[in-house]
């Protein structure tokens, strides 16, 4: 074999899928390609070719768009265009080189039988990035050590029994009869098929027995009617998670518009007792910043079952974020016994990763006060005392001071709400350096205590002045396009060179923080006004900024790179080591490391894509 076919061999065995093909195979390959170079601009496959090719890109780089001409791929070194000789999706949409571009063709027939022989081969090439994506994240999930329990189970596997109701027409003495009959502790409240409310043992005692209403008044006196309910397809998790945040113990659950049955705690410990994530419970009782502190000491631990039972890192940050939600919740409860009541109305608001519920267990804190307008310079001590507490017994519990010094502790996010909305005025029409870096964080506030109302309105407003605000969105773009996935000019993953984290990346600053910024820009252009990255993205996806493949498949990155950063601290965290973002490239599989590359590769196609569409670049 001449110099020239052992290097084209090399070249191949060093590539995946072809490093899955014998070496007598590879021996053959080379003679069987062409070589062709293609100027940039250039149509692939090119218009004069007459025969049908696998494209192998050796140097250069191919852009591939969709029947809209919405960028969906970068091909780089080492990359395979299967077009030509493929009837899907890839079929319909249209490849040009980016750059000058040298190219291997070979014959589809001949690459048919190669797939036809060699299994592993052909897998490469029997699933789109989409499908790639969703396998990798299902790999991932797939943990030896627990696969069961509330992350899996749906809802409606949990209920046993029809559910118990009674009519309108009931009396209280009729519902409590009822229950006690029926040996529950919740009772519907139904008329045909339609839900109406729902009662409690609680409602007995505090509306009825409490309130000294009579037990021959109607039902419908006491119970509650704005019914939160659960689907039966709603993991079992999720649904212990919305039980904690309402604070409730009971959820009817519904199969669509029937009511299939209810679905109480009880239930839930009973599939899965003595589970880390029942703390949140434990945090509602406890009675001083002490007890709060001995309780977080078990955040971590939580990470670490977590990811032991293949959790996704939507379910850890849910999880710890609804724990951190209810820490301080107990905080602001613990300052207003020790100051008295507030003077005015606020709402303590979280912004960052905890708004987003993409926590883990040692993030930092990133919190503000929104107070009423009727806020004067008198309150200022009662309100400075209150973040303050609260604050410090963030810290203490793990949540650790902000570095930046963006928390209610601070006078300047610690404001009425006309403050508020001079800031974000501010924000939006004079996108300078460090609006920007504020606006990362402050467009992603989430209320954890107080009236919701008064970071609702904000929110309205703001949402109807970035939606197709194209200065402000083309400043946010650029800004996020300073954090590029680690991927080199040959789609090697770029590592860190000296100093504490020599060879290795950071997949939160190089990997999680490109989606979520992302996803926040595609929130502002379409004015929705969900929160947390993946629900962004589902939300975006179809519209004028997001194409829904597009969306389908960043989420999936994202998901896959978030896991892979959860189980990693989990990891270091069961060694007894600090949890941090460093990952190194020999603590991945092969396998996990090329689907890496996927995502990556995707993360930098959509970053590429949204710079074209608000030519961001012109304002660097």
């Not at 040996?183 to 339609?194: E, I, K, P, T």
């Not at 810290?395 to 996010?413: H, L, R, T």
């Not at 996108?431 to 009236?451: I, T």
Request: hydrophobic fraction near 40%.
């Amino acid at each position: 074999m001449d110099i020239e076919l052992i290097e084209i061999r090399e070249f191949l065995a060093a590539h995946h899928p072809f490093d899955a093909l014998p070496a007598d195979v590879l021996d053959r390959l080379p003679k069987m390609l062409t070589v062709r170079y293609l100027r940039r601009g250039t149509p692939v496959p090119p218009q004069d070719v007459g025969r049908r090719d696998l494209f192998i890109i050796r140097q250069g780089a191919v852009e591939t768009r969709d029947q809209r001409g919405e960028l969906i791929d970068k091909l780089g070194e080492g990359d395979v265009l299967t077009a030509a000789c493929t009837n899907g999706n890839e079929a319909r949409m249209s490849s040009v080189t980016a750059e000058d571009t040298l190219a291997y063709l070979l014959p589809c027939e001949r690459f048919d039988r190669l797939r036809s022989a060699y299994s592993d081969f052909a897998k490469r090439f029997d699933a789109t990035l989409t499908e790639r994506l969703q396998k990798a994240i299902e790999v991932l999930r797939q943990m030896p050590q627990r696969g069961s329990g509330l992350l899996t189970v749906a809802v409606g596997s949990l209920v046993k029994r029809p559910p118990v109701f009674v009519g309108p027409q009931a009396s209280i003495r009729d519902a409590a009869q009822r229950m006690s009959n029926e040996r529950v502790a919740s009772l519907l409240v139904m008329q045909g098929g339609d839900l109406l409310g729902m009662v409690t043992d609680r409602d007995l005692r505090s509306r009825c027995v409490a309130a000294d209403v009579g037990t021959n008044r109607p039902v419908t006196d006491i119970m509650t009617t704005r019914v939160h309910t659960v689907s039966s397809e709603m993991a079992g998790f999720e649904a212990l998670m919305r039980m904690t945040r309402l604070n409730v113990h009971h959820l009817p659950v519904v199969d669509g518009r029937r009511v299939a049955g209810m679905l109480s705690t009880t239930d839930l410990i009973r599939h899965e007792s003595a589970n880390a994530v029942y703390l949140a419970g434990d945090v509602s009782k406890a009675s001083s910043v002490e007890a709060l502190v001995e309780i977080s000491h078990t955040i971590p631990e939580l990470q670490i079952q977590l990811a032991l039972a293949g959790a996704s890192a939507r379910h850890v940050g849910e999880a710890i974020s609804t724990v951190n939600d209810a820490i301080t919740r107990r905080l602001l409860d613990l300052a207003e016994a020790k100051l008295g009541a507030p003077p005015v109305t606020y709402a303590w608001v979280t912004g960052g990763s905890h708004a987003r519920r993409e926590q883990t267990s040692h993030s930092d804190q990133d919190n503000a006060l929104i107070i009423s307008d009727e806020f004067t310079a008198e309150h200022e001590s009662y309100f400075e005392s209150l973040a303050r507490f609260v604050s410090d017994g963030l810290n203490s519990c793990g949540f650790v001071y902000c570095p930046g010094n963006v928390m209610a502790s601070n006078s300047q996010w610690r404001q009425p709400r006309a403050a508020w909305r001079r800031y974000f005025d501010t924000w939006i029409s004079e996108p300078e350096p460090m609006a920007l870096m504020l606006s990362s964080v402050f467009f992603d506030l989430r209320v954890v205590h107080g009236d919701a109302s008064l970071l609702e309105s904000l929110q309205g407003e703001n949402l109807d002045k970035t939606r197709s605000n194209g200065i402000f969105l083309a400043y946010m773009v650029s800004n996020a396009l300073t954090h590029r996935p680690p991927l080199g000019f040959f789609r090697n993953i770029v590592l860190i060179h000296g100093g504490e984290h020599d060879k290795t990346f950071d997949i939160k600053l190089r990997g999680v923080v490109p989606v979520v910024d992302l996803a926040r820009v595609y929130s502002l252009a379409e004015g929705l006004c969900d929160v947390n990255t993946l629900d962004r993205l589902r939300a975006a996806a179809g519209t004028k900024v997001l194409s829904a493949e597009g969306a389908r498949n960043l989420g999936d990155a994202y998901d896959f790179i978030a896991t892979l950063r959860v189980q990693h601290q989990a990891r270091q965290l069961r060694a007894g080591e600090k949890a941090d973002n460093f990952i190194a490239s020999n603590e991945l599989s092969a396998l996990e490391r090329r689907h890496l590359k996927d995502a990556f590769g995707m993360i930098a196609t959509m970053q590429e894509a949204i710079e074209q569409r608000y030519q961001s670049s012109r304002l660097r």
